[in-house]
């Protein structure tokens, strides 16, 4: 069997040829972690669990925004509610990333939502035939996948792909304003952004689009 995580961690210097121990990717991050609390390093990103901008950012889960997007528009360690998955998608009115707005709206004060899309979103490309043929790779076989789509589970619709970015946030952006439990006074605004630059494109004024 396959030790998952197992596979050394190469360019940190962690090589055994130069004496050092090679660390698996959680055993690293454990190590810095040690040294990071030691070191107090945490002091610099200490603030409540109140966003101070009283903002709610729904934005992917792409990596090259990790850092990108809080910088390119100044937002700090507790400026802002992060809520990430692929695409900035609601998918479920009555799931987990719907009830984070609820929560960030109710009880931590947020007044504000950026829903914000980038372009290049890899649910852009998604191809869940694809998808359906690298769980196979994984022993994941096709009846199981039929098993499910009989059982109402719409894995096509699920797992399909976004045909247009700034319509999708449009649409995201529509499923919060119009959720039965969205106070009134919650603005919401929809962006993308350019995952190179951070440039952001505004696609809905959440102060003037009723
Ligand atoms: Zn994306």
């Known amino acids: 069997m396959v030790r998952r995580g197992a596979s050394p961690v190469y360019g940190t ?3 055994t040829a130069k004496g050092y121990i090679a660390l698996n990717r959680l055993e690293e991050i454990l190590a810095f972690n040690q040294k990071f609390v030691e070191g107090h390093e945490y002091e610099q990103y200490r603030t409540s669990k109140f966003p101070d901008k009283k903002l709610i950012i729904l934005s992917c889960m792409d990596t090259r925004l990790t850092d990108l997007l809080p910088r390119a528009m100044n937002l700090k360690n507790g400026d802002a509610k992060f809520i990430k998955n692929a695409g900035a998608v609601i998918s479920h009115p ?3 990333t719907m009830r ?3 929560v960030a709206a109710y009880e931590l004060g947020a007044e504000e939502v950026c829903v914000i899309g980038h372009y290049g979103c890899g649910m852009g490309s998604i191809n869940p035939e694809a998808m359906f043929e690298r769980m196979a790779e994984h022993g994941i076989s096709r009846a199981t996948i039929e098993m499910l789509e009989h059982a109402g589970i719409d ?3 699920w797992f399909k792909r976004i045909e247009s970015i700034p319509d999708s946030v449009r649409e995201t952006v529509r ?10 006074t919650l603005t919401v605004h929809g962006l993308v952004m350019d995952p190179e630059t951070g440039r952001l494109d505004l696609v809905v004024n959440g102060y003037e689009s009723d």
């Open 94 to 96: 009555f799931g987990s």
């Open 13 to 15: 210097g962690n090589h």
């Open 175 to 184: 499923t919060i304003r119009n959720h039965p439990l969205v106070p009134k």
């Open 100 to 102: 984070s707005i609820l």
């Open 155 to 157: 894995l096509h619709t």
